[in-house]
């Protein structure tokens, strides 16, 4: 990573401050917390809308954390503190635990109170972790950048209710956990996201990338070495938000699910072909003989709408197993060659599954202009933010590049982060 990348990465603080955060722990709730702790953001290398489809995703955990400051009450009471800014809503939240199921609280009060909800409902052994607190969370997650700054305060309280309970959270207590954190965010905050964002948060080791098989909640760790291979993913947040994206989101699942019941599997990956050739340049739809064996597959459906989302899921799910295998087979100057998969990516999001902004277009576009290796929209879609895979030299020209097409289009400043493939969720005190 060149010197300008690291001052860059050093200029915004990767870690709240801590000492503020249990000062204001102690000034809202009197006393000292129990213990701190982290959980990241994340940002997905590649496999967009594959977590509901039973297809592989590779998402990263990124340094920028949410930390809580908590203890454990007695009594059944609820008492929350935000030190970000929340817009029009309270920074405090106070409740009763059993006053918590779905769509109650409503706000931002529902991830933390609703994952103790989920650690109750889901019975033992974890059901222990579920009591009254006090919490004080301080973040350096953007919130709503499609960075999962909902998963990072989930997976926070999530870990530190389980490690004050003493409850194991080795790798298979932990896909508990983001089950619970998942069922909070589903049926508490009323989010319809699949696992990912979690598994992410929870389940991820420093310097990999998380493949995780949706299908089982399985894991494995891919050896992401960026650094060493002179090379940065620069995360490039459109800061511009769509308001309908909820709706989009709920559309596209259900247009899945119904395909899936048409073709007769429980889900569409499972009907994407193997990785073919070892083409470095694939295009959109793959090479030519899964790209024939697609059609085949779509010829069954009748819908045109139909048949592009399938056949994002069926490249996408090819495309996420190919950089794995570019990941695994790469001596550190081969990584770039993950860079036109990513751009395949974002041509599908854009074109198939229709999920991309003229923002995301914007950047990801700009990017490649000015040298990045690939691009692509990641997260959720129409909004939030992109990743480009660039030479640590040429990261000051991307950002140009990006931040004036953005001001050319009459968009919002995008903001930029440097992806470092970090550590899950720990406990900091
Ligand atoms: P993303 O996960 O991409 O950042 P979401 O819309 O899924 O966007 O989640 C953002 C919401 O999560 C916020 O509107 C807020 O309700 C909640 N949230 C996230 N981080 C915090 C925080 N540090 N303090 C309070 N609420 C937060
Ligand atoms: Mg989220």
């Not at 073709?263 to 090479?287: K, Q, W």
């Amino acid at each position: 990573m060149s010197g300008a990348a690291h001052e860059r990465a050093g200029a915004a603080a990767q870690v709240p401050d801590v000492d503020a955060l249990v000062a204001a722990f102690t000034d809202a709730f009197g006393g000292e917390p129990e213990g701190v702790w982290a959980a990241p953001g994340r940002v997905n290398v590649i496999g967009e809308h594959l977590d509901y489809n039973g297809g592989p995703v590779l998402p990263m955990a990124l340094p920028q954390v949410t930390v809580v400051a908590l203890r454990r009450r007695d009594d059944e009471e609820i008492h929350l503190l935000s030190a970000s800014d929340l817009g029009e809503e309270d920074a405090r939240w106070s409740g009763s635990l059993s006053g918590v199921g779905p769509g109650t609280p409503q706000g931002w009060a529902a991830y933390p109170a609703g994952v103790l909800w989920a650690l109750r409902e889901g019975g033992p052994p974890y059901d222990a972790a579920a009591t009254g607190v006090d919490a004080a969370f301080a973040s350096t997650v953007p919130i709503g950048a499609g960075l999962s700054s909902s998963a990072a305060l989930e997976c926070a309280v999530a870990v530190a209710a389980a490690d004050l309970a003493e409850l194991p959270h080795d790798d298979q207590g932990r896909a508990v956990l983001a089950q619970r954190c998942v069922r909070a965010e589903n049926d508490v905050a009323g989010a319809p996201t699949g696992g990912m964002d979690q598994a992410a948060a929870l389940r991820t080791e420093e310097g990999s990338a998380l493949l995780l098989h949706t299908a089982d909640s399985t894991v494995e760790q891919v050896p992401f070495d960026l650094a060493r291979a002179g090379l940065v993913l620069l995360v490039m947040d459109t800061r511009a938000k769509h308001s309908h994206a909820g709706g989009e989101y709920g559309d596209r699942r259900a247009t899945c699910e119904a395909a899936a019941t048409t073709l007769g599997v429980e889900h569409l990956a499972s009907l994407a072909g193997p990785t073919g050739g070892t083409s470095d340049e694939p295009g959109p739809l793959g090479d030519d003989e899964s790209a024939a064996a697609d059609e085949e597959t779509l010829s069954a459906l009748e819908d045109d709408v139909a048949r592009c989302r399938v056949r994002h899921v069926l490249t996408e799910t090819r495309r996420v197993r190919r950089v794995v295998e570019l990941l695994r087979g790469a001596s550190a100057d081969d990584i770039g060659a993950i860079g036109p998969v990513l751009t395949a990516s974002h041509a599908s999001m854009r074109d198939d599954y229709e999920i991309s902004s003229p923002e995301l277009d914007t950047a990801v576009d700009a990017a490649l202009s000015a040298g990045a290796l690939g691009a692509r929209m990641t997260g959720g879609g129409f909004g939030g933010s992109a990743i480009a895979l660039v030479r640590s030299g040429d990261v000051e020209a991307v950002e140009t590049a990006a931040r004036s097409a953005a001001a050319d289009a009459g968009h919002p400043e995008p903001a930029f982060y440097l992806a470092v493939p970090s550590r899950s969720a720990h406990r900091l005190r």
